[in-house]
């Protein structure tokens, strides 16, 4: 069975610091990872996903992600914080053509001015 | 593209009343799901659809909870009879099936009030 840990419940950055959200995840095969942000009162937005190829991956508003296979992680990563990014994280594992994914319980983000 | 469209936006009602929560897939999609958010447990799948056939629903909590896909551009989730532990934002999702990992693709949720 696939799952996903997200350690870290809360964190709080400043303003323009380095932002590393932790991911871990369990699956037999290839996984397919993705982050979703989500913003009070809205619903899960697409940052990022892997699926095969280039282990570091770019997405939406200047987020990467690394995928280590030997460490079984994904963690997303942006260089300066802005405070638009306070929202809640989450990682999942998809089965990719079967459409289903397991979330992680999310990370919120905190940024201080 | 409008994205998934869920209404209405927010419900609230008594315990014991009948709730119809609707949901309108990105067009093309044959994935649809329907998940539910709280504090205590986070986000739950309750059950989704391939092509509008059922194909998981081992995270509906109970019989009181049922959903339909009578076809591709519909989807509801009733709720009968309410109770106040019903209480969550509910949302719903689709994807299209080998694209890229299926990512899911989100509406702005229902939230829900029981009292």
């Known amino acids: 069975a696939q799952s996903v840990t997200q350690p870290d419940i809360h964190i709080t950055v400043s303003e323009g610091a380095s932002l590393e959200l932790r991911c871990n995840y369990s699956y037999g095969a290839t996984p397919y990872l993705f982050w979703y942000v989500q913003s009070p009162g809205q619903g899960l937005q697409l940052l990022l996903k892997?699926?095969?190829?280039?282990?570091l991956v770019q997405g939406i508003k200047g987020f990467e992600a690394e995928f280590k296979r030997s460490q079984s992680s994904f963690n997303l990563r942006k260089p300066s914080v802005h405070w638009s990014d306070a929202a809640e994280y989450f990682c999942?594992?998809?089965?990719?053509?079967?459409?289903?994914?397991?979330f992680g319980d999310g990370t919120t983000l905190t940024v201080k001015p | 593209d409008a994205g998934v469209i869920q209404s209405p936006r927010h419900e609230v009602t008594e315990m014991g009343q009948e709730v119809t929560l609707r949901c309108k897939p990105i067009s093309g999609h044959d994935y649809l799901f329907w998940y539910r958010q709280t504090m205590m447990r986070g986000l739950e799948l309750l059950i989704y659809f391939n092509n509008n056939v059922p194909i998981d629903d081992s995270g509906m909590p109970e019989d009181r909870f049922s959903a339909k896909m009578p076809n591709a551009s519909f989807s509801t989730l009733k709720i009968q009879p309410s109770e106040p532990r019903d209480s969550a934002v509910y949302f719903c999702?689709?994807?299209?099936?080998?694209?890229?990992?299926?990512?899911?693709?989100f509406g702005n949720g229902t939230r829900l009030t029981v009292t």
């Open positions: 999702a689709s994807s299209l099936a080998g694209s890229q990992g299926s990512p899911l693709h």
């Open positions: 892997y699926f095969s190829g280039d282990t």
């Open positions: 999942a594992v998809g089965a990719g053509n079967a459409g289903k994914s397991t």
